[in-house]
C-alpha cells in the first residue's frame, strides 16, 4: 500500500510539467477562438441530442401503432431522417439563410451547395446584433444543428398518418417538406426574414416554426388521406390502442431528454458565464414545462375519463415541452410549469375534437405539435420574449404566416401526389397490416397481429 501511495505521488510529481504545458496552451488561445471553439460545441451537443430526438419519434409511433403496422412506421423514420439530410445539404440549408456571406462553398458552385469548406459563421449571418462581427460558430456545427430541426418536422408528419399511407408518397412528400417549405417559411423567421426583421416575431426554438410547421403539414395530411377503415363508425369513434405502450413511454422519454438539446441549443451561444447561465436556466424551464403537462394531463384524465390515460400523459408531457419551446429562457420556473400545464390541457381536449370532426391522427401530433405550439408561441407576449419586445400582435401573425403557407403548400403537394401516384393503400392491403401488404415483413413474427 506504502508503494502504491509512493507511485501516485511520483506519477502527480511527473505530470506536473504537462499541466503547466497545457496551461500556457489555454492561455495562448484567442478569445475570440475560444468563443468560436464553445459556441461550436454547444451546436454539436445540441444536434446530437435532437438527432437522438429522431429515435424518439420511431419509438413513440412503434408503440402507438397497431403492432401489424409497425415495420412501416420504423421504414418511414429511418428513410425520412436520410431523405432529410440530403434535401437540406442539396438545397434546404442555403434557402433557409439566403442572406449575408453564410453560403457554403461546395463542389457545385452553388447550385447544389455541399460541406467541403467549412467556412465561419458570422453572428450578421444569423440575425443577430454585434458591435463587431467576430466569427460565431463552425458551419459545419451550425448545419448540423440546423438539419436535426428539419428533420424534426417531417418526423411530425409521419405519425398523424400512420397505418393507411404508402410509403413513397409519403417519402416524396417528406422531400419536398424538407428540401423547400421548411427551410423556406424557417427563413421568414431564422434566416433574417421578414417575420424577424419587421414583424418582431419571436420564436426561440421553434414552436410555431417547427412544430406548428410539422403540424400543419400533417393536417393537410390527414384531410386529403382520410380516416382509417373502422375508426369512425354510426356516428361512434371506434379507438384502435397502439401495440406497445412501454415502447411508446421510452419514445416520449428520449424526447423528453432530446429537448434540452433542442431548446437549449437554441441559445446558440455558450462562450461566457452568461450564456452557461441562461442555458442552465433553459434546461430547468423545459423540464418544469414537461412536468407540468404531463401532471395536468394525469389529473384531468383521472377526473373526465375516472382513470388516467397513459397516452395522454404522454402527449401532455410533449405537449409542455412543445409549448415552452417558444420561450425557454425568460419565464420563471413556476410560469414554465404553468405554461407547460395550459399544453396538457389543450392536448387532452384537442384529440378528442378531432375525433369529432373526423380528422384521425394516429398519435396525436396535430394537438401536441400544433394546438400546443400555437399557445406556447401566443405565450412568448406574456414575459415579452428573452429582450422584452415580443407583441400579442406580433406572435399571432408569426404564427398565421408560417402556418397558412405551410398548410396550403402541403395540401396543394397531398393533393398532387394522390392524383398521379395515390397516396393510400387498398382496403385489403390496410386490413392486413401495412407491414406485410407494403414491405413483406412483421415486426412482431412470433405474435398474432393487432
Known amino acids: 500500500m506504502k508503494f502504491l501511495k509512493t507511485l501516485s505521488v511520483a506519477g502527480a510529481m511527473a505530470a506536473l510539467p504537462t499541466f503547466a504545458l497545457a496551461q500556457e496552451e489555454v492561455a495562448m488561445v484567442n478569445p475570440d477562438e475560444f468563443v ?54 442539396l438545397i434546404g440549408y442555403n434557402l ?26 458570422y453572428l450578421s449571418d ?20 440546423q438539419l436535426m430541426f428539419c428533420a424534426a418536422t417531417a418526423s411530425i408528419v409521419s405519425g398523424a398518418l400512420a397505418e393507411r399511407i404508402k410509403l413513397w408518397p409519403f417519402l416524396i412528400f417528406s422531400a419536398i417538406l424538407t428540401g423547400f417549405i421548411y ?8 434566416g433574417g426574414g421578414w417575420l424577424s426583421e419587421n414583424i418582431g416575431f419571436y420564436d426561440f426554438a421553434g414552436s410555431t416554426v417547427v412544430h406548428a410547421c410539422g403540424a400543419a403539414a400533417a393536417l393537410a395530411g390527414a384531410i386529403v388521406l382520410g380516416p382509417r377503415l373502422g375508426k369512425y363508425k354510426d356516428g361512434r369513434v371506434n379507438p384502435m390502442p397502439g401495440s406497445n405502450l412501454a415502447l411508446a413511454t421510452l419514445g416520449m422519454f ?16 455558450m462562450g ?27 389529473i384531468l384524465t383521472q377526473i373526465l375519463y375516472k ?72 405565450a412568448v407576449a406574456i414575459t415579452g420574449g428573452y429582450d422584452g419586445g415580443a407583441t400579442l400582435m406580433g406572435q399571432i401573425v408569426g404564427c398565421v404566416a408560417i402556418i397558412a403557407a405551410t398548410f396550403v403548400l402541403a395540401l396543394i403537394l397531398w393533393i ?25 415483413m412483421e415486426a412482431y413474427p412470433d405474435f398474432s397481429k393487432g
Open 36 to 89: 468560436w471553439i464553445m459556441n461550436s460545441l454547444l451546436f454539436l451537443i445540441g444536434g446530437f441530442l435532437v438527432f437522438w430526438m429522431a429515435a424518439g419519434f420511431a419509438m413513440l409511433e412503434g408503440g402507438l401503432v397497431r403492432s401489424k403496422n409497425v415495420t412501416m412506421q420504423m421504414t418511414k423514420n429511418v428513410a425520412l431522417f436520410s431523405i432529410a439530410a440530403i434535401m437540406y445539404w
Open 96 to 121: 433557409m439563410y439566403p442572406l449575408g456571406d453564410w453560403a457554403i462553398e461546395g463542389y457545385f458552385s452553388g447550385l447544389f451547395p455541399a460541406v467541403a469548406v467549412l467556412e465561419p459563421v
Open 126 to 145: 444569423m440575425g443577430l446584433e454585434a458591435a463587431d462581427d467576430a466569427a460565431y460558430a463552425s458551419t459545419g456545427s451550425d448545419y448540423i444543428f
Open 183 to 190: 427551410p423556406l417559411t424557417a427563413s421568414w423567421q431564422w
Open 254 to 269: 428520449i424526447l423528453w431528454l432530446g429537448w434540452f438539446g433542442f431548446n437549449g441549443g437554441s441559445q446558440l451561444a
Open 272 to 298: 461566457s458565464a452568461g450564456d452557461i447561465a441562461d442555458i442552465s436556466r433553459i434546461f430547468s424551464n423545459t423540464n418544469a414545462a414537461a412536468a407540468g403537462g404531463a401532471v395536468t394531463a394525469l
Open 307 to 378: 382513470k388516467p390515460d397513459l397516452t395522454m400523459i404522454l402527449n401532455g408531457a410533449l405537449a409542455g415541452l412543445v409549448s415552452i419551446t417558444a420561450e425557454p429562457l425568460a419565464p420563471s420556473l413556476g410560469l414554465a410549469t404553468l405554461i407547460g400545464a395550459v399544453g396538457g390541457v389543450i392536448v387532452v381536449f384537442t384529440v378528442p375534437f378531432l375525433d369529432k370532426i373526423k380528422i384521425d391522427d394516429v398519435v396525436g401530433a396535430i394537438p401536441v405539435h400544433g394546438f400546443a405550439g400555437i399557445w406556447g408561441t401566443l
Open 416 to 440: 398532387v401526389l394522390k392524383v398521379t401516384m395515390g397516396i393510400r393503400v387498398s382496403e385489403e392491403a390496410e386490413i392486413q397490416g401495412l407491414d406485410t401488404s407494403e414491405l413483406g
